[in-house]
């Protein structure tokens, strides 16, 4: 499933891009339009992405010691 949500700003902006994992499949598209404002919309964004980025924040690893062996990791 693919959902964008946008605030279209001018006739260009209602032509959706889809991912190519799309292509040559069979599409159903469903516009709607949302009660959420421009602003509601742009804040619940930033606010996912500050979410996420706390997440990745918060996984560390320590990579000090680790040296990549090319061999090892081609080893069938």
């Given amino acids: 499933m693919y959902r964008k949500v946008f605030v279209a700003e ?7 891009k889809l991912p ?3 292509l040559h499949k069979g599409i159903e598209l469903i516009a709607f339009e949302i009660k959420e404002t421009r602003n ?3 804040a619940a964004k930033k606010e996912a992405a500050k979410k996420a980025h706390q997440y990745f ?3 560390q690893i320590d990579l ?13």
């Fill in 40 to 42: 509601e919309i742009l």
């Fill in 20 to 22: 190519d994992d799309y």
């Fill in 57 to 59: 924040k918060t996984v």
């Fill in 64 to 76: 000090g010691g680790f040296r990549f062996n090319r061999d090892e990791a081609n080893e069938r």
């Fill in 10 to 16: 001018s006739a260009d902006d209602l032509n959706v």
